[in-house]
């Protein structure tokens, strides 16, 4: 039986996550927080791998006017979600869907102009994990090498692929995606704090337009969380500061 848990309250939104297979954490308000810029005005937008529906609610929050669906292959998870999404102010702009994001490839005809994910991270391991949670974190649900194999098939021209992983796992993933025919044009390594090794990776990248050519330029950056235990940087505090109620 899992324990019910209080919601997360963010600044504009709270989430239930007590039922879902991937709870509030802090890899999903990192990404949720970093994916796509300012300067974007994206018509449709894919959470895949949605859990209970956080990245999704940040997305809905930060691009105004974008439909935006999510999608998780774990039932209970899909109907907290929906729940967190009816509680919300956007309500009228956000949908869920039980579906594998490889069956959804096939059958979709919408293409995004933003694909988000924090995808499972463990690539060893138990064949049939027990857990949700456990499911929701194995390769064996969504590698983040199939996501990339997939967003170039899902993405719209010029459209943008941002996901979370395990830093050591960087270069595999960045030669997957330029051989799919995806450009990268951000990355960003994070450190708990300066003394930490790099734990996480945010990486973006675009699907071309056109014939255009191959942009083989990005920008690499990185990110410390605290500067002691407790005392988080200013660099993390712009980056979350429109989400987490004490920043």
Request: glycine share 8%; proline share 5%.
């Amino acid at each position: 039986m899992k324990k019910i848990l209080p919601p997360f309250r963010f600044k504009k939104f709270s989430v239930y996550h007590s039922r879902s297979s991937m709870r509030v954490g802090v890899d999903g308000v990192l990404i949720g927080a970093w994916a796509g810029d300012a300067h974007m005005s994206p018509e449709r937008i894919l959470d895949a791998g949605c859990g209970c529906g956080l990245i999704a609610l940040m997305l809905a929050q930060r691009f105004g006017n974008s439909i935006v669906d999510a999608i998780d292959i774990d039932e209970e998870s899909v109907g907290e979600c929906l729940y967190n999404f009816n509680e919300s102010p956007w309500k009228n702009r956000l949908n869920a869907f039980c579906i594998d994001v490889n069956l959804m490839a096939e059958q979709w005809r919408e293409k995004y102009d933003l694909i988000v994910s924090n995808p499972p991270f463990f690539n060893a391991g138990v064949s049939h994990p027990l857990s949700s949670r456990a499911v929701a974190r194995h390769d064996g649900s969504l590698s983040p090498l199939r996501l990339v194999e997939l967003a170039s098939l899902m993405l719209k021209p010029g459209g943008r692929l941002a996901l979370i992983s395990p830093a050591e796992r960087s270069e595999v993933i960045i030669s997957k995606a330029e051989k799919e025919g995806l450009d990268i044009s951000r990355i960003m390594f994070v450190r708990g704090n300066k003394e930490a090794p790099e734990k996480r990776v945010m990486l973006e990248a675009v699907k071309p337009v056109g014939n255009e050519g191959r942009d083989c330029a990005h920008s690499v950056s990185e990110l410390i969380i605290e500067t002691e235990r407790g005392r988080y940087t200013d660099e993390y505090k712009t980056l979350t500061g429109d989400f987490y109620l004490n920043m």
